[in-house]
């Protein structure tokens, strides 16, 4: 069962984050980001880091304790942003808490660089990812974290933010359990991910059982869509055992190699110049990025 705790105290919010994630102190005198029910991104967001990143934790990734927190808005009344405060009110009961790591750094194609990532590590993550159907776990965001970053003890990779996975859950229809995984541009497909090795070594431990385990870890005021919050989790428990029993269809394998994606970077730099008026030609192709996430040679080798 997820612990409970009672938000106190409020930080500050996450803004590098699309949902603006809080971070709060609470009773219990841990810190915590919070995931506000009220986002834009809606209560699916809420389940999707519930069951994967308990997934994660089962299958041995590191992963940040998750807790249920009860939050007022009274709490957050320093907050100066409008669109922030509405986010708050609107969220005022259960939220999703992750245990805040303090001095996390986000793993950028800067960390990137000097940070080594074990192959067999990289491919049960790139698994999990491929399994659960994560739609956010690319270069420019990885939703990893290296901690702890001060101190003596040497930084290690954490999972966070499995708001975009189970994409299948947006459309229960049409989801198809032996769908392909776009991997990409996965943040980690440069570290010689070993996804059979991972395959071998974890589709045999995601039985029912444990999914059983995971999925029950859901509020049910987070289950809308089916007649019973129970139903739902069915749903959830039949999709990802079928999916887990038919890795043989999704496995990503050929990862791009380092020239490949050169080429398809350059291809796309050409092509955005074409499109570009003479006296613009000049300007750097950042698309939006800063200029240490277009150098890509940092992920190639
Ligand atoms: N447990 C944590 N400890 C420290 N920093 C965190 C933690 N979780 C998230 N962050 C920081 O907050 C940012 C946004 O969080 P994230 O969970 O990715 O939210 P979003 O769904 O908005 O993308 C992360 O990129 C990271 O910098
Ligand atoms: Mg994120």
Redesign the pocket.
């Known amino acids: 069962m997820l612990r409970e705790v009672t938000a106190t105290r409020y930080l500050a919010p ?1 803004r ?6 809080g971070v709060v102190e609470a009773d219990d005198l841990g810190t915590y ?1 919070v995931k506000f029910t009220g986002s834009a991104q809606g209560t699916k967001a809420l389940v999707a880091e519930v069951i994967v990143g308990e997934l994660a934790r089962a299958l041995g990734l590191r992963f ?1 304790e998750l807790v249920l927190v009860h939050f007022d808005p009274a709490v957050a009344d320093s907050e100066p942003h409008q669109e922030v405060r509405e986010l708050h009110a609107a969220s005022a009961g259960v939220n999703l808490g ?4 303090p001095g ?1 750094r ?1 793993f950028t194609p800067e960390v990137a660089r000097t940070f080594r990532v074990d192959p067999l590590e990289a491919g049960r993550i790139v698994w999990l990812d491929a399994l659960t159907a994560n739609v956010d776990r690319t270069v420019h965001s990885s ?1 990893l ?1 290296i901690w702890p970053t001060l101190g003596t003890v040497p930084a290690r990779l954490w999972l ?2 499995h ?1 975009a996975a189970l994409v299948f859950h947006h459309r229960w229809d049409a989801s198809d359990p032996e769908k392909a995984y776009d991997f990409r541009h996965h943040a980690l497909g440069h570290y010689a991910p070993d996804v059979r090795a991972a395959d071998a070594e974890l589709a045999p431990r995601v039985t029912q059982e444990l999914l059983r385990a995971v999925v029950s870890e859901v509020p049910d005021a987070w289950l809308t869509g089916f007649a019973t919050p129970d139903e739902a989790r069915a749903s959830y428990v039949d999709h990802l055992h079928a999916r887990v029993r038919a890795s043989a269809a999704w496995l990503p394998t050929d990862f791009p190699t380092r020239e490949e994606l050169a080429a398809e970077e350059a291809l796309r730099a050409a092509r955005t110049q074409q499109g570009r008026p003479k006296w613009l030609k000049r300007v750097p192709d950042l698309h939006g990025k800063p200029a240490a996430e277009q150098d890509w040679s940092v992920h190639l080798g």
């Open positions: 996450l590098s984050g699309g949902s603006v994630p980001v940040p992750m245990d805040f790591l996390a986000d939703n974290m966070i933010d708001g």
